[in-house]
């Protein structure tokens, strides 16, 4: 119903500054969210930032201040503006999008493949 594709991860220097992208096509109502989760091997995922359609958005604590995400409901695509990155914030990075009547780890929900995300100190 839903495909996302992410793009732009790559290798960064501490302090430096990052925009990924998540493009979907699929069901207008599978995109009500949509936001960004990351995973470091042998972590549990967890939420970087999440955007409604109408723009209201949701940070974690840990990028507060540092990441800002944003939204083109033309385009159907999402991004994470990522600055003054820290080695901390090295994971893979997935886009993620779903009915807002449904929890982000629910089947309503779909999931891009991923984009690593590399910060170096």
């Known amino acids: 119903q839903v495909q996302l594709v992410e793009s732009g991860g790559g290798l960064v220097q501490a302090g430096g500054s990052l925009r990924i992208s998540c493009a979907a096509s699929?069901?207008?109502?599978?995109?009500?969210?949509m936001g960004w989760y990351r995973q470091a091997p042998g972590k549990q995922r967890e939420l970087v930032a999440s955007?409604?359609?109408?723009?209201?958005?949701k940070y974690a604590d840990s990028v507060k201040g540092r990441f800002t995400i944003s939204r083109d409901n033309a385009k159907n695509t999402i991004y994470l503006q990522m600055s003054s990155l820290k080695p901390e914030d090295t994971s893979v990075y997935y886009c993620?999008?779903?009915?807002?009547?449904?929890?982000?780890?629910?089947?309503?929900?779909?999931w891009g493949q991923g984009t690593q995300v590399t910060v170096s100190s």
């Open positions: 993620n999008a779903g009915s807002i009547t449904a929890r982000w780890d629910l089947p309503g929900h779909y």
């Open positions: 699929g069901s207008f109502f599978g995109t009500e969210v």
């Open positions: 955007i409604l359609r109408g723009g209201t958005s």
